[in-house]
């Protein structure tokens, strides 16, 4: 070999040490290259300011054109569900956000069956997923499942409500609850503190599983160490959400005017509004893995252990009503499916026969 070559050669190389330890470096590209997704629910009672609180965590206005109902309007609506999808990008890095709100929850006289669309939308969600990771397009799969869910505490009571603990034990084997205490500004410290107490005593009393921070491991640092320890003390929540911009000592600040003072919601001394946008935003990724690895191979295994046969949705269903449209045309694809397996079966045999 010339010496020519051996200096194209060497020019070629890269310079620096190249390993396996830049393995992350090609996986952070690659995330950063596809964006990302998450969709976050919202439930609670009318008026308990979930839609503030959403658009502040998020600077967005997610309800452009939402009309609130008047009273009488109130009385004939039912739960529906509304999803509301914003791409959000910050330093390069996109995500595709969707939040999914439950007007009509808990307005109700009789509130009995108020919680059973949202369970059908989250099954449905499940189902379409599994659905797209069985079909031939895997590579392009929408992830509609919902990561996490904000459920919303109304601060004048005496702790949880009997729909908020049905809730709860309903869906908590099913999404990730995060427990808020919404309008923390009408509380003081220490009836905030003692509604914290009571709502935690009762979650455990009535054996419901709430979304719970991971550990933090041995060689972490302890900043992140002190960060998680003071948001899984911070939990339930206490929130208030503001989108207007007020003048306080000469500086810009989100918060509430009332005439004793201003109530800044940036304010780690007056709401843990911080606290909560900090846990979902640093451990969104733990989110979506619990979402994967534990809700979703639950409603998996289930799904085949009944044979692959679509879920019948039978929540408030006393007399059994016919299977949904959709499953029934998911079963008629099955069947011809199986029949057109049959009959290469039956072709293949034949063509041995003859040879």
């Given at each position: ?14 310079p620096?040490?190249?390993g ?5 470096n ?6 950063v ?26 600077l ?9 109902p008047?009273?009488?309007?109130k009385m ?30 808990g ?7 108020c ?12 189902e ?13 799969i ?30 908590h084997?099913?999404?990730n ?61 206490a ?25 800044e919601?940036?304010n ?9 946008r ?49 499953d029934r ?11 057109m ?10 063509m041995?026969?003859?040879?």
């Amino acid at each position: 070999m010339s010496s020519d070559s051996v200096k194209n050669f060497s020019s070629l190389e890269t310079p620096g040490y190249v390993g396996f330890a830049n393995l992350p470096n090609q996986v952070h590209r690659k995330s950063v290259k596809k964006g990302f997704e998450f969709t976050l629910m919202v439930v609670g009672e009318s008026g308990l300011g979930k839609s503030t609180l959403v658009n502040a965590l998020f600077l967005t206005d997610l309800y452009p054109e939402r009309q609130v109902p008047d009273a009488i309007e109130k009385m004939k609506q039912t739960v529906k569900l509304e999803p509301s999808t914003v791409e959000i990008e910050e330093r390069g890095v996109k995500l595709r956000l969707t939040v999914v709100d439950t007007p009509g929850y808990g307005d109700a006289i009789d509130n009995t069956d108020c919680f059973s669309e949202i369970i059908r939308y989250i099954d449905d969600q499940f189902e379409r997923f599994l659905r797209d990771e069985s079909g031939l397009n895997r590579k392009n799969i929408m992830d509609n499942r919902i990561h996490c869910c904000f459920y919303f505490i109304s601060p004048f009571g005496h702790g949880l409500k009997p729909l908020d603990v049905e809730f709860m034990k309903q869906l908590h084997n099913k999404v990730n609850i995060v427990p808020v205490i919404a309008k923390a500004d009408v509380l003081t410290k220490k009836e905030m503190q003692r509604l914290k107490k009571k709502v935690m005593d009762e979650i455990q009393e009535h054996g419901i599983r709430i979304y719970s921070l991971p550990e933090c491991d041995s060689d972490e640092d302890e900043e992140y160490k002190e960060q998680v320890r003071q948001l899984k003390q911070a939990v339930p929540f206490a929130v208030c959400g503001a989108n207007t911009l007020l003048e306080v000592r000469g500086r810009k600040v989100r918060g509430r005017l009332y005439p004793w003072g201003v109530v800044e919601v940036e304010n780690p001394d007056h709401c843990d509004f911080i606290k909560l946008r900090t846990m979902l935003i640093t451990h969104m990724q733990d989110l979506q893995e619990i979402t994967q690895q534990v809700h979703y191979e639950n409603y998996r295994s289930e799904h085949l252990a009944r044979g692959g046969v679509p879920k019948r949705n039978t929540i408030g269903d006393d007399k059994g009503a016919a299977t949904s449209d959709k499953d029934r045309i998911l079963l008629e694809k099955e069947a011809e499916l199986k029949r057109m397996q049959e009959m290469i079966a039956a072709m293949q045999a034949k063509m041995h026969q003859q040879q």
